[in-house]
């Protein structure tokens, strides 16, 4: 599994799992409506290559490029945001991340009460997509608990691959055992801010990455322990 929030990235489960909270709300009560920008794009874009050169180092050589980073293309896209200005997040998912032609997206509203049943899990979806939100994880909503739950569930499922963008990493981590929480600098983080990536991604052959990435990271609430057994991939002055 690996995951990030505001700009802190960690890998567990044999690199099943990403998540990436550059630009956007998650885990805040702010609404930054000007956030939704070209910046934006570029971080989810970030977040894809980064679970693709994960997946491609971590996972069996034996399959095809997007077979790794994706499964079989089969997404369900767990939306978490009822604030209908963002409605399009899948949208601006699909566009960004570029998969493969003919994959095909489910969309869940959580907020709602739908969620993937184990029998989708185990049969009918790859890869899980869990949203930015301007909800906080540790608020005592019912949809919360259960999408908790499905992420417990993916994480039981050797062959299902998670990316959890914003809110929704941070949903995994704190699901998984780690610890969600406001920023440390005790206020709200609406900035550019400077990402260092771990060597184990920048000596990668066939798609090294950059030492640093400069990208804007707004949120209220970042992971501040991660999971138990989680590898660090990424991490900045917001999030370390």
């Known amino acids: 599994m690996t995951l990030s929030d505001g700009q802190t990235g960690f890998n567990l489960h044999g690199g099943r799992f990403f998540g990436n909270d550059n630009v956007e709300k998650g885990g805040n009560k702010h609404k930054h409506q000007n956030s939704k920008c070209s910046g934006w794009h570029s971080a989810v874009a970030v977040a894809g290559i980064l679970v693709e050169m994960v997946a491609l180092a971590r996972c069996s050589s034996t399959l095809s490029r997007a077979q790794r980073c994706w499964g079989r293309g089969r997404v369900a896209f767990i939306n978490t945001e009822d604030d209908e200005s963002w409605q399009d997040q899948q949208a601006m998912f699909e566009q960004a991340l570029q998969l493969p032609a003919?994959?095909?997206w489910t969309t869940f509203n959580a907020f709602e009460g739908e969620l993937p049943s184990l029998a989708d899990l185990q049969h009918r979806y790859d890869s899980v997509l869990i949203c930015g939100s301007h909800y906080n994880v540790d608020e005592p909503l019912e949809w919360i608990a259960k999408l908790f739950d499905v992420v417990r569930a993916c994480?039981?499922?050797?062959?299902m691959r998670v990316v959890g963008v914003c809110f929704g990493s941070q949903v995994v981590a704190?699901?998984?055992g780690g610890t969600v929480g406001p920023n440390a600098c005790g206020g709200y983080v609406y900035r550019n801010e400077l990402v260092e990536v771990a060597p184990a991604l920048q000596i990668m052959p066939s798609q090294p990455a950059p030492p640093s990435l400069n990208l804007?990271?707004?949120?209220?609430q970042c992971v501040l322990e991660l999971p138990?057994?989680?590898e660090r991939l990424a991490w900045s002055a917001g999030s370390p």
């Open 155 to 159: 994480a039981a499922l050797p062959l």
């Open 174 to 176: 704190a699901a998984l």
């Open 216 to 220: 804007l990271a707004t949120h209220g």
């Open 102 to 104: 003919g994959t095909a």
């Open 228 to 230: 138990p057994d989680a």
